[in-house]
């Protein structure tokens, strides 16, 4: 049985009580308490300290699910701030799972107030728990109170939590995960830290929400990592899509639990939702809000990673169709003004009519990236005139080992070539002779040594194979070169 407790936060000293009686019950009863913590609804004409302070109450949106059996709702304190008429909108809108209040609520039914001042508002939630499960089973509130319990909840202390924020931050912020691990490295903490249930959720794309545009929840999310019932689940495609109507099913497989969810947003975008197990640290002063910061801050660098990388992909091929252009480009020429070579522009231009015209089944292309690893060095022991010879000569050594070949200059120190083959077994020819060539540059009577660094990449035919992945393979080829040396 799934029974749903929407209240403001944890900050809220008699909120917290609640959710530790509300807790006690559902171990008791043996049912799974998702206690969803989405603040404080906002009048729409209101000026916020936090102008955001809005986004929270989105989370009470996934409670509108038949996933709930039952759902609980503290509307006195979510709806403090705000209107009557928007009290009533806000408990109406809940229409697929029956809904019971705290507190009396005119045309809704609200749970027995237990008569005790001991452990009141303990008593009160566990009381809840209590007739939401009596009433999914009986359509009616249970006629009788429960039994006063005892209630030995220890919280732990701040410094403990603040350990926890502090080796989280420590992880983060210093980048200590595999690439694209982070979300992984969450749940991964939080299990050997003893939470055996907890996952982030994210939407593929951010969902703008403002007071006067509400947003609509998106049909469905992604699980970027989970942990459930101890068990960390991994996902065979690297990610799990879920309706969002169906959140609150898949996360109650297993033991039943208490869980906590979490906003996640930036600004006026909501990005998904964070679920965390009931444990004792969680109800530390501004313990969970800290945790989904640092969530919600490794979400939004991750993003603006992907598009970082995306925007410079996308200007990458600009570029290259620029350097085909010869329309708009014509007056800037294609030759290399040191070398004499084909220059950037030149060296495209030229290498996407080689391809286009000869790259075909049964043919290989081999691609080629040089690297002067010590022009900068040179122009700035002895000057850029110096550098200019030192560049002039390695031009000279690529017109002999590629002179069948199309090459030229596209940064300052690195040279790119490419060349059109029958058969494969270029490429090592190739590598014989740059290792030959770069042998006798370093045995030259010189002040400085000028020294090459090189990969000789070959590839098989493919229809959709292009330059610029040729490129960009070749380039990582002599990255972790440089990396081995």
Not at 141 to 152: G, T, Y
Request: hydrophobic fraction near 40%.
């Amino acid at each position: 049985m799934n029974i749903g407790l929407l209240v403001t936060e944890l900050e809220d000293k008699e909120v917290k009580r609640i959710c530790i009686g509300a807790n006690k019950a559902a171990k008791d009863k043996d049912v799974n308490l998702f206690i969803i913590l989405g603040k404080y609804l906002i009048p729409d004409n209101s000026v916020l300290d936090n102008p955001f302070d809005y986004q929270y109450s989105a989370l009470f949106d996934y409670a509108d699910t038949e996933d709930f059996d039952v759902l609980i709702v503290d509307i006195e304190r979510i709806a403090s701030k705000t209107t009557i008429l928007k009290k009533e909108a806000f408990l109406k809108k809940f229409q697929k799972a029956p809904l019971l209040t705290l507190t009396e609520q005119e045309g809704y039914t609200c749970v027995n107030n237990p008569k005790t001042e001991k452990n009141q508002f303990e008593q009160l939630g566990y009381q809840a728990v209590c007739d939401a499960v009596f009433y999914a089973r009986n359509q009616i509130v249970s006629p009788s109170l429960e039994e006063p319990q005892s209630f030995n909840f220890e919280e732990i202390s701040e410094a403990s939590a603040l350990k926890v924020v502090a080796e989280l931050s420590e992880i983060f912020f210093r980048r200590k995960y595999d690439a694209e691990k982070a979300y992984e490295t969450f749940t991964s903490y939080a299990l050997k830290d003893g939470i055996k249930n907890s996952g982030i959720l994210l939407f593929d794309k951010k969902v703008r929400n403002t007071i006067k545009y509400p947003w609509e929840k998106p049909a469905s999310i992604s699980v970027k990592s989970a942990v459930i019932g101890g068990k960390e689940v991994n996902f065979a495609d690297g990610k799990m899509v879920l309706s969002t109507d169906k959140i609150i099913s898949n996360l109650a497989k297993g033991d039943a639990t208490t869980l906590f969810l979490s906003d996640l947003f930036v600004g006026e975008y909501q990005l998904g939702l964070m679920v965390s197990e009931f444990v004792p640290g969680a109800l530390v002063d501004n313990f969970l809000d800290n945790v989904t910061s640092l969530v919600t801050g490794v979400s939004r660098l991750s993003y603006l990673e992907k598009e970082l990388k995306k925007t410079t992909e996308e200007l990458y091929e600009v570029q290259e169709e620029l350097a085909r252009d010869d329309s708009v480009l014509d007056h800037i020429g294609d030759q290399d003004y040191l070398t004499g070579g084909l220059n950037r522009r030149g060296f495209f231009a030229k290498a996407y009519d080689l391809l286009k015209d000869n790259f075909a089944p049964g043919r290989n292309a081999v691609v080629a990236y040089i690297h002067m690893e010590s022009l900068k060095r040179i122009n700035d022991m002895f000057g850029h005139e110096e550098g200019d010879r030192a560049v002039k000569r390695v031009s000279k050594i690529l017109e002999e080992v590629f002179k069948d070949s199309i090459y030229g200059r596209i940064r300052g120190d690195e040279f790119a070539v490419i060349v059109i083959a029958d058969e494969e077994g270029k490429a090592e020819s190739l590598r014989e002779k740059m290792s030959e060539q770069n042998a006798k540059l370093l045995t030259e009577a010189n002040r400085y040594i000028n020294h090459l660094q090189y990969s000789i990449c070959e590839f098989n035919y493919e229809e959709n194979l292009s330059l610029r992945e040729m490129l960009k393979e070749t380039d990582e080829n002599l990255k972790r070169l440089k990396g081995n040396m």
